[in-house]
């Protein structure tokens, strides 16, 4: 598949890129708005394609329009305001979801939140980025295209251990971004995870292992 990656410039979106560009089945275009960051994907020699979640619908497709996946990363960061992680994680992934749609990209994989869907859970200073979450993975889920929602716990910056614990329904947990990556590119032709929402945290199974149990 070439897999448009939405968010590449991020934490898990640049080990993702660096993953899919070394795959023999899969091929990376990376989606990012600044010029800046073209040079890293120029380095690892990923084509890169300049695009804002706050433009429109119509420039988001036309990113997409070679792609047969695209794989949803974008976040608006810790350091934005509420208005600004509504823009991003929620209408930018809609745009997203609506752009698929119109270029008939039909398998779309979404980096979410653990918790995303028990709002009794949700810590009233993060409010806004659950709510973000939850209603982008409700548009998803109603689009009819092919979805995988993944919703990993805590993020941290160790080293992947390649093991997980998937299922539908998790409490709290920490998990390397590394192997968060490792999960959507194991998860991307994985037919046991089409249609599904799941939650992750580190674990004790192999990535392939714990998304063929689910």
């Not at 706050?54 to 949803?72: N, P, Q, R, T, W």
């Not at 752009?99 to 993060?126: C, H, P, V, Y």
Request: aromatic residues 6%; charged residues 25%.
């Amino acid at each position: 598949m070439k897999v448009l990656v939405v968010g590449a410039n991020g934490q898990i979106g640049r080990h993702f890129v660096k993953m899919l560009a070394d795959s023999e089945e899969h091929t990376p275009k990376a989606m990012i708005r600044k010029e800046e960051q073209i040079s890293f994907f120029n380095s690892l020699g990923v084509e890169s394609v300049l695009t804002s979640l706050e433009g429109s619908v119509e420039e988001i497709a036309d990113a997409m329009k070679d792609c047969d996946a695209v794989v949803f990363t974008a976040g608006s960061g810790g350091g934005t305001g509420a208005d600004k992680t509504l823009l991003i994680d929620l209408d930018g992934a809609a745009k997203t979801i609506e752009a698929a749609e119109q270029t008939g990209t039909e398998r779309f994989l979404m980096i979410s939140a653990i918790n995303a869907d028990k709002r009794e859970m949700w810590k009233e200073d993060m409010a806004h980025y659950y709510v973000a979450k939850h209603h982008a993975d409700n548009i998803l889920r109603a689009s009819g295209l092919v979805y995988t929602i993944i919703r990993p716990g805590l993020l941290t910056n160790d080293p992947g251990t390649g093991k997980i614990l998937a299922t539908e329904n998790l409490d709290s947990g920490e998990i390397p971004r590394e192997d968060v990556a490792s999960v959507l590119l194991h998860a991307l032709a994985n037919e046991h995870t089409y249609n599904k929402t799941f939650e992750i945290i580190s674990g004790e199974q192999d990535i392939e292992d714990a998304l063929n149990r689910l």
